[in-house]
């Protein structure tokens, strides 16, 4: 019995294997930049590091399939039962050394079908962040052709920005009403402080004039304790 199963996954492998290839209608091709993300501490990758890969898509597609199993072991080899396939229903192909291959999925139910290349997008989009966290990568250098990067969430200012441009502009009335304030105050002080040769004679001449007035004012007030007058002299 155990013969029979293993040949059954030999030819199913085969056969999905034949699915598998470049531009495949849905399939998507994956490339790492392993040592631009990580540099000198980048790791290889191997066989261990693709099994992971595939691993962790089988977890993205667990949701896509109504609760079937992506994985299932039993007596600690990984068998694929008829309705519980495991990870070999990620079938890879393609691998260059530069980290790139393609990648497609099989149905759980029929491992000569191949699933729909719509549910495969949904399964990345939606556990990007676990498959990018997985190998220490971002969306920059783990990259899903045909699969949009996903997007970062708007970002929010603590302060509403209709506030802060209400600050801006009331700080620019303020600012310009002391600055014409202040100019208009400098202004009158120098205003002030400067004299012309052309006033400075006004003023000598009005203080002469002053001077002239105030003289021929006092030669006209008689002094009478001086009189020689006898009706001032008499006792």
């Known amino acids: ?10 030819l199913s492998s085969a056969a999905a294997g034949q699915l598998c290839k470049p531009d495949a209608s849905d399939g998507y ?3 790492l930049s392993i040592r631009t993300a990580l540099g ?4 290889m990758w191997d066989k261990k590091e693709m099994f992971l890969f595939r691993s962790t898509m089988a977890y993205a597609m667990r949701g896509q399939f109504n609760g079937q199993e992506f994985d299932c072991e039993t007596n600690e080899l990984f068998i694929v039962l008829w309705n519980f396939p495991s990870v070999s229903n990620i079938i890879v192909c393609e691998e260059t050394p530069r980290v790139s291959f393609w990648f497609v999925v099989t ?3 029929n491992t000569s079908n191949l699933v729909d290349k719509k ?9 990007r ?4 966290s997985a190998f220490l990568l971002t969306d920059e250098t ?4 045909g699969i949009p990067r996903t997007l970062e969430a708007p970002f929010t200012p603590d302060t509403p920005p209709w506030l802060i441009v209400f600050g801006v502009v009331m700080g620019t009335v303020v600012a310009g009403i002391i600055v014409f304030i202040g100019s208009s105050v400098v202004q009158k002080k120098r205003k002030k402080n400067r004299k012309t040769p052309e006033d400075e004679d006004s003023e000598e001449e009005e203080s002469r ?3 002239v007035e105030n003289g021929a004012a006092n030669e006209g007030v008689y002094n009478m304790s001086f009189s020689d007058d006898e009706r001032f002299t008499r006792i």
């Open 1 to 10: 019995m155990l013969e029979k199963i293993l040949i059954l996954l030999c």
């Open 29 to 31: 091709k994956v490339r």
């Open 40 to 43: 000198d501490q980048a790791y």
């Open 107 to 109: 149905s759980p139910l």
């Open 119 to 127: 549910n495969v997008e949904e399964a990345v989009r939606k556990h």
């Open 129 to 132: 962040n676990r498959i990018n």
């Open 142 to 145: 783990l990259e899903f052709d």
């Open 209 to 211: 004039g002053k001077t």
